[in-house]
Structures are given as C-alpha cells and as structure tokens.
C-alpha cells in the first residue's frame, strides 16, 4: 500500500505564477506529489489516507536558499571561528544549521562550501533520513587562490594545473556544484573587495571541469572585473555582484547566468556594524549602497535573479532566510517575482527544477503552509505554521 497523505488548505500556490486554487488540497503519495487541485477532487482521488489540514493558510511551494554555509553559526567574527572550528564541530554545527533551515520553510539549500566538506556527509545523512534537514547540494570547499578571499575555509589553488585538480578533488569527495572565489570579500582582511582574485584562465578551466561533470559553477563575484572575468568563464551563478555596470549586465544576458544577490549578507552586517571586525565594517559600508544600487539595475534590465543569504555569515541565521524576500521587494521586486525566484527560480538556477521548486505532479512532496498570501503580503513568507519536505512533515 502507498503512504498517502491529503494537504487541505485555504489557498493552494503550485507555483509562483501559476493559478491559486481555492480551497484546495494536495495529495502526497510516497514523497511525491500526486495530484493538486479542489479538495473535492482530491478527496475522491486520496481514498482515505492521512489528513493534515492547513485551514485558514496558505500551501505554497517550499523554498530554496541557494547560497549557505552550514558549518556557521552567524557569530560576529567569521574568520576567527573558522580557524578555530574542528572537524567534529563542523559537522555538528551542519546538523543544527540544517534543522533550523528546514523549521524555516526552506526544504533544500546549495551549501557553498563548509571548511572540512562536512556539508556532503550531511547531505547524505539527511537523504538517508537520519537527520532532520533540508535537501542539501554541496559545492564541497571552496575554490580560492593562495591568500585569496576565504582562504581559512578554502582549498589554495595557482594556476589552471593547480585549479583543475583541487575542482576533482571536489568532484571525488562528492561535490554536486563547485564555487570559486573571483573576487576579494568583506569577511577577509587583506584583500580589497574590487580585486579580482582568480584568473580567467584559472576560472575557465574550473567552469569547463565542472561542466564536464555535469556540476554547476557558483562564483563569489564583488568587484565588477572579478565578475566579467566569472561571467565570461561560463560561470551558471554570480554571488553578491555588488558591482554590475551595462556590461556586466550584458554578460548576464549573453550567458544566461542567474544573479543570486545575497542581500541578506550586507544587511545583517550593516544592523551590527559595531560588533563585527574593524576591516568587515569599512568594507560593509564600502559595498552597501552599491549593492543595493546594482539589484535595482538588475531588476530593470530583467536579470534572472534567484535567491540566496550567504546564511552562515555574521548574524545571517539560517532561520532568517525570508529576509531575503523582503529585502528584494523594498528594493523593486514585486511580491510574486520573489516569491519565484525562491522557489522554482532557485530550483532552475540549480539545475533541479524537475524534482522540486514547484507543486507539480512526479516532484518530491516539497511544501509550506504559511499564514497569508505571498502575492500580496512577502512577510507572509516569515510566518511559516507547517513544512513538509520530501513527503516528511516536520515538527516546527
Ligand atoms: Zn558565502
């Protein structure tokens, strides 16, 4: 006999864009979804089963952080954390990560790059059910040049020799995406925000490993060369891109690359200035306005943009993910083009749009309720009373 279960809701979302349905109910069979519609409809289909009934909320899709870092704890100083952070720890520290993530409404995350990969070992832990978490792809450890930006979580690579073994090793420890520093950052001292850091040629042969491997490429691009350098490498994802001129935009059009600005990173550092290292405030306040500045020229000129928080980052919790939403709608975006771009937006940027991102028959059982309508209050996206992820409700 399959497992099924019948979701009734108020107000049921398949998909950002899509018709809501009214009174409506999703049927779940065995972690998928079977069939969404009327709930009299899905009634008669359900034949019995399991009943969880939302009310007065909303089912809506779950969503989709494209950019954490699990091995986190959000502390004021990054750097000296990291250092400090054992193997053991790490992994630890992914758990909780993981289930706070999840409580919030988001069923699946692209980690970009925990310091000992311990990510990938809780990806499959979670998989395997024996945690409680999200769907985790990992981009393993990240990719930077001797000294670049993250170093102290990196794997140190020079020249595309040097670039092409440490993207395998990746791939050999189970990577389902890599990232690669192109840029300076704010949370490291030493390096300038607008300096570009990897190569072109070094970057190219990391794009072309990856591709290869049918792996997506994720970029930590700040600095408007650094990222025209990731752009023209091939890159699938800019991350931060605080500054994007005409031409970078272009690129962005020309390649298709998807935009995931993090506003959440900038944000939270900005709300604690004063308890964050001297070299991470002055570069917050260097990049702050810019960034904003490059969303909105994004937005404007229809960039594909997909959601991400850099979660992980000083006071950027992982439960704090709906922030993001907010923050894009005060700086232009609709309520409805947030609400895709952290559902099957994020889930098409990843590369795995045919296995969640929307509330459409065959996908896993991926979902929300949450108390209103997104389309018209984004903050309803804050106030999450239930999740449902790969078919398994979870106590929130
Ligand atoms: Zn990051």
């Known amino acids: 006999m399959p497992s099924r279960t019948v979701v009734r809701a108020k107000l049921v979302i398949p998909s950002a864009g899509a018709k809501p349905v ?3 109910a999703v049927l779940v069979e065995d972690g998928r979804i079977k069939a969404v519609g009327p709930r009299a409809k899905i009634d008669r289909l359900a034949k019995g089963g399991r009943v969880i009934d939302a009310g007065r909320h909303t089912v809506m899709p779950g ?3 494209l950019h954490v870092h699990l091995d986190s704890l959000c502390g004021p100083d990054f750097l000296t954390s990291a250092l400090l952070m ?4 790490a992994v630890m520290t992914c758990v909780h990560s993981a289930q706070q993530t999840v409580r919030a409404g988001v069923t699946t995350v692209r980690d970009l790059g925990t310091k000992y990969a311990a990510a990938i070992a809780v990806r499959d832990a979670v998989a395997k059910g024996w945690i409680t978490g999200p769907r985790i792809l990992s981009a393993g450890v990240v990719v930077c040049m001797t000294g670049g930006h993250g170093w102290f979580i990196a794997d140190e690579a020079d020249g595309p020799d040097d670039v092409r073994k440490t993207v395998r090793r990746n791939l050999k420890r189970g990577a389902d995406c890599i990232k690669v520093i192109a840029t300076g950052g704010v949370l490291s001292p030493g390096v300038e925000v607008g300096s570009s850091q990897l190569d072109p040629d070094e970057l190219e042969v990391a794009v072309r490993e990856a591709h290869k491997a049918d792996r997506r ?3 930590h691009a700040i600095g408007n060369q650094g990222i025209k350098n990731a752009l023209r490498a091939g890159v699938d994802t800019i991350e ?3 500054y994007l001129d005409d031409e970078a935009l272009a690129l962005f059009k020309k390649t298709g690359a998807t935009y995931v600005p993090t506003l959440c990173a900038p944000h939270f550092l900005h709300e604690h200035l004063a308890e964050v290292p001297e070299y991470a405030r002055r570069k917050t306040m260097q990049v702050y306005e810019a960034h904003r500045a490059s969303f909105k020229r994004a937005l404007r000129k229809g960039i594909t943009i997909a959601t991400g928080t850099d979660a992980g980052t000083p006071f950027n919790r992982h439960e704090l993910f709906a922030t993001e939403l907010s ?3 005060a700086l232009g975006m609709s309520a409805e083009a947030a609400m895709e771009a952290a559902t099957i937006g994020a889930a098409r940027a990843a590369g795995i749009a ?4 929307s509330l459409e028959v065959g996908k896993t059982a991926d979902l929300i309720l949450i108390d209103g309508d997104p389309r018209k209050d984004i903050a309803a996206t804050k106030r999450v009373a239930g999740v449902m992820a790969r078919g398994e409700l979870i106590a929130t």
């Open 22 to 24: 009214a009174n409506g």
């Open 63 to 65: 969503m989709i952080n």
């Open 86 to 89: 054992s193997e053991a720890n």
């Open 217 to 219: 490429v994720a970029a």
């Open 240 to 242: 931060h891109g605080c």
């Open 327 to 329: 923050l894009m709608v």
């Open 354 to 357: 045919d296995q969640t991102g």
